[in-house]
């Protein structure tokens, strides 16, 4: 007699839970504009709310879902609200979901080309196709000497690079016997702190990051790195890796890519360049300024799960040689050979970067482009970078406030002219009250307030409201006569 005993969810549920759970997050959507921003729990509250331990018989469905809203909810931070401007956007769209919903439903394991074609070779389509759209250099499509594939983080993708770089300079030997010499890297103060993260577990160790300074604008000084590099191979030390970025994460500077890449040439160094959020601007024309110089690069990587609408996780990451990627990354255990990737005909992405397995992302994001297409894509990020304009515009006419820096695109630096201790209670009293919330830096020495314009639903009116906002916090201070 066949056992035929299950716990598994039976179809018809499936289906009712599915469709409920769909629902569910069309209304979050139309209903988030509405919530505090920011949660408001305190450290352990969601923590002391679940059971000490998990259960033995298995809960229904409809408690579970009771659940998200009791218990849940209150613990979540809403980036997904019209009224968020802290860090960076996280943006997604009703087509990402739908493909990372797919991309559970088939449950598929990419890490080989055998084991489900479709994942890699759309992700390769995908990926040659962002090529074009960003008007990115040709060496990064598959049918070149590079390619892209998908990450789950810049600084995933970083580390990626700064392997491949320790690799090739090493003429692919730290691999296999350990690295000798000291070999050194370099970002602008104004990096992200992936990069040192990634020296750290690279083996390269955090000493051996030089940092460069920055013009007024926080772009790197290529002088002064074209120094640093001269003086580091005058004490027997290897200059190997170079990360730019285009848009720093704490003001959106832009690093002189080409005049870092002539340097990198020079001196035989790996240029990587992170365009984490910026990436994006670059499809549309009027905003490709930003990439100037990137043939020089040997790897890039931006962040669909920023700014393009594609939920978290994506991040897309070319280089310009592959070979030396896969050089880096390759093993080939014997349960894991097959006549495919025998042939030398198909990409197998576990070797493109660190872990085995891999997810089917690509789906989302093809979702994504297919559904917006080149145009729509290309209206809503102009219209990101017209509203963060707008405020800028508001902040130059202002007595009060001042811009720290001009900015590029869609991320607006500025500060009250009263100090820190003012700027400070303008971001605290917003962000309390719930109906917008923003973070911020420090550059010269000052807090300066960050406005982040990038998720999805975001219009003029909610940035309108947000200027008011800040205005009022700024007039209850002086009236409380701090
Ligand atoms: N690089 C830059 C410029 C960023 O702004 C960020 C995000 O904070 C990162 C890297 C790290 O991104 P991820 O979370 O994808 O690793």
New binding site residues.
């Given amino acids: 007699m066949p056992n035929d005993k299950s716990f598994h969810m039976p179809s018809k549920d499936f289906k009712r839970y599915g469709y409920q759970i769909i629902d569910w997050i069309a209304d979050y959507h139309e209903r988030v504009e509405q919530m505090p921003v920011f949660s408001q729990v305190s450290p352990g509250e969601i923590y002391s709310k679940l059971p000490d331990h998990a259960p033995q018989q298995g809960d229904s469905f409809q408690e579970i879902l009771k659940d998200i809203e009791k218990i849940i909810m209150p613990g979540i931070t809403h980036w997904q609200s019209p009224n968020w401007y802290a860090?960076?956007p996280a943006n997604t769209s009703g087509p990402s979901i739908l493909g990372e919903l797919l991309s559970a439903g088939l449950g598929v394991q990419g890490m080989l080309w055998a084991t489900s074609p479709s994942c890699t070779e759309l992700e390769t389509r995908v990926v040659d196709w962002l090529v074009e759209m960003l008007d990115l250099p040709s060496t990064f499509k598959s049918d070149n000497t590079g390619g892209g594939v998908i990450q789950d983080?810049?600084?995933?993708a970083?580390l990626c690079a700064l392997l491949a770089a320790r690799e090739r300079i090493t003429g692919y030997s730290s691999n296999q016997t350990g690295c000798t010499g000291r070999l050194v890297a370099y970002a602008s103060t104004q990096a992200?702190s992936?990069i040192e993260k990634a020296v750290k577990i690279a083996g390269i160790g955090s000493e051996n990051l030089h940092s460069i300074g920055v013009d007024d604008q926080f772009a790197m000084l290529p002088d002064q790195l074209e120094q640093q590099v001269l003086k580091d191979k005058q004490h027997g030390l290897t200059p190997f890796f170079i990360s730019a970025?285009i848009?720093?994460?704490s003001s959106n500077a832009l690093d002189p890519v080409a005049e870092i890449g002539e340097i990198c040439r020079k001196h035989k160094m790996w240029l990587h360049v992170?365009a984490?959020?910026s990436g994006t601007a670059a499809l549309c024309p009027e905003f490709r300024f930003i990439h100037r110089g990137l043939e020089c690069a040997d790897s890039y990587c931006f962040?669909p799960?920023?700014w393009m609408f594609t939920n978290f996780?994506c991040?897309v990451f070319y280089v310009k040689n592959r070979d030396a990627l896969i050089r880096t990354f390759s093993l080939l255990p014997e349960y894991l050979r097959n006549k495919a990737s025998e042939s030398g005909e198909v990409f197998d992405y576990r070797d493109w970067h660190i872990q085995l397995g891999r997810r089917f992302r690509a789906l989302k994001l093809w979702f994504v482009i297919r559904h917006y297409g080149i145009r729509g894509l290309q209206y809503h990020i102009r219209e990101h970078v017209r509203l963060a304009q707008l405020f800028a515009d508001w902040i130059r006419r202002s007595d009060d406030f001042t811009l720290e820096v001009e900015p590029p695109l869609n991320l607006v630096c500025f500060r009250h002219r009263g100090g820190d201790e003012i700027n400070q209670y303008i971001m605290d009293t917003v962000n309390a009250g719930g109906k917008a919330c923003f973070t911020h830096t420090r550059l010269n020495d000052h807090l300066v307030l960050r406005l982040s314009v990038g998720q999805t639903h975001t219009r003029e009116n909610h940035v309108e409201t947000v200027w008011q906002l800040i205005q009022q916090a700024s007039r209850q201070y002086t009236s409380n006569g701090k």
Avoid: I, L, P
């Fill in positions: 860090f960076f983080s810049a600084s995933s970083t992200h992936s970025n848009g720093s994460t992170d984490a959020m962040n799960h920023k996780d991040d």
